[in-house]
């Protein structure tokens, strides 16, 4: 029930109704807010709710900013109720804000995860409006994107917090599912954000083995840079959901991650599942997608839109699978260690609890 807590978290979205059945029988993983909400004694709002919330408005609201801003506009009404709103993103977080800057009286202290704040229209609404006063802490999953902020708007490193994204490892285990035996080897590419298929595509065309891409993505509004392509006849192109993909990343020998040039972590889900999964992860390598794949341990870096260095490194796995199994050890050790949903709940809910007082 909303307003039984003394923090607020965000949902961009709307949860579904069977998902704690459908995690109790480990048909999808943990949801990071249902588990950060434990952590943080804290209330979840996400669109169906928001909408309830936001009663006669909401019609209005969303003809104006869409599902986000109701969300925005709902914690705003709550925001008497509350010690400290969690927004989920940007599209949330700076609507959040720009209601508070410009409301008289007591607020909740206000805290956004930030996916990428460095893109024009974000720029332009932080400078000329001056939100930054607003958002008492910045949570951010790229280094990047980190540093950035701090310069941009001359922000303390204190209300700047770093953390590596995370993956639930106890869904995506090598423990629980059997590979395939299959008749030639398997290579995977997985996700929508500003992912460079064209690449992909000429690179492994005519090799001797099967390329599945999984493009879809539950956040993601990007189309799928595979459309209007020729699609070779070793690849294919299709939808999975959570418990098909992780038979997927079973069956692959390695996983593939073209990007296009980006200042932000796109891929970082589709990496750290691959990498629970035991998975060596090829990664193009971009200024936003440096806090998880390490070149020469867990996985390799090539150039960006280069379709033969992509291939060269493709056929550098296959034909030493003793080097791809090493390096998909290591990164199952990483996200155990550092990249895991538990670590991830730790680390948020400490950096909340200090700075919520």
């Known amino acids: 029930?909303?307003?039984?807590?003394?923090?607020?978290?965000?949902?961009?979205?709307?949860?579904?109704?069977?998902?704690?059945?459908?995690?109790?029988?480990?048909?999808?993983?943990?949801?990071?807010?249902?588990?950060?909400?434990?952590?943080?004694?804290?209330?979840?709002?996400?669109?169906?709710?928001?909408?309830?919330?936001?009663?006669?408005?909401?019609?209005?609201?969303?003809?104006?900013?869409?599902?986000?801003?109701?969300?925005?506009?709902?914690?705003?009404?709550?925001?008497?109720?509350?010690?400290?709103?969690?927004?989920?993103?940007?599209?949330?977080?700076?609507p959040l804000a720009l209601l508070l800057k410009f409301t008289l009286g007591r607020r909740p202290r206000h805290f956004m995860i930030t996916h990428v704040i460095s893109v024009p229209k974000k720029k332009i609404v932080l400078d000329v409006l001056k939100l930054h006063t607003h958002i008492d802490g910045f949570i951010v999953y790229s280094r990047w994107q980190k540093n950035f902020i701090q310069h941009r708007w001359r922000i303390k490193e204190s209300r700047v917090f770093f953390t590596p994204f995370m993956v639930d490892d106890q869904f995506f285990a090598p423990d629980k599912i059997v590979p395939k035996s299959l008749v030639r080897p398997l290579i995977c590419a997985v996700g929508l954000e500003r992912r460079d298929y064209p690449t992909l595509l000429q690179a492994v065309e005519g090799l001797e083995l099967d390329v599945v891409i999984a493009a879809a993505s539950p956040w993601s509004k990007r189309k799928d840079s595979t459309t209007g392509e020729r699609i070779p006849d070793n690849v294919t192109?299709?939808?999975?959901?959570?418990?098909?993909?992780?038979?997927?990343?079973?069956?692959?020998?390695?996983?593939?991650?073209?990007?296009?040039?980006?200042?932000?972590?796109a891929g970082v889900t589709a990496i750290l599942e691959a990498m629970a999964m035991g998975k060596a992860v090829i990664c193009s390598r971009v200024s936003g997608q440096t806090d998880v794949v390490v070149d020469g341990?867990?996985?390799?870096?090539?150039?960006?839109?280069?379709?033969?260095?992509?291939?060269?490194?493709?056929?550098?796995?296959?034909?030493?699978?003793?080097?791809?199994?090493?390096?998909?050890?290591?990164?199952?050790?990483?996200?155990?260690?550092?990249?895991?949903?538990?670590?991830?709940?730790?680390r948020l809910t400490g950096f909340l609890s200090e700075t919520r007082n």
Do not use: H
């Open 297 to 346: 341990e867990n996985g390799r870096y090539v150039p960006v839109g280069d379709p033969s260095a992509l291939r060269a490194e493709i056929l550098n796995f296959l034909n030493r699978p003793d080097v791809a199994a090493r390096f998909g050890a290591n990164g199952r050790k990483l996200v155990e260690q550092s990249m895991n949903l538990e670590n991830y709940v730790n």
């Open 1 to 94: 029930m909303i307003g039984t807590k003394q923090v607020l978290i965000t949902v961009s979205g709307t949860i579904p109704e069977d998902i704690s059945t459908r995690i109790a029988d480990g048909l999808r993983p943990r949801a990071d807010y249902l588990e950060l909400a434990r952590g943080l004694d804290a209330d979840v709002i996400d669109y169906a709710e928001a909408r309830v919330v936001a009663g006669r408005f909401t019609r209005i609201l969303e003809r104006i900013g869409g599902a986000n801003l109701v969300l925005a506009y709902v914690c705003w009404k709550l925001r008497a109720q509350y010690r400290l709103i969690l927004t989920d993103g940007e599209q949330v977080g700076l």
């Open 237 to 265: 192109v299709s939808k999975f959901d959570q418990y098909a993909l992780r038979q997927l990343y079973a069956d692959a020998q390695f996983v593939v991650m073209p990007l296009e040039p980006v200042d932000f972590q």
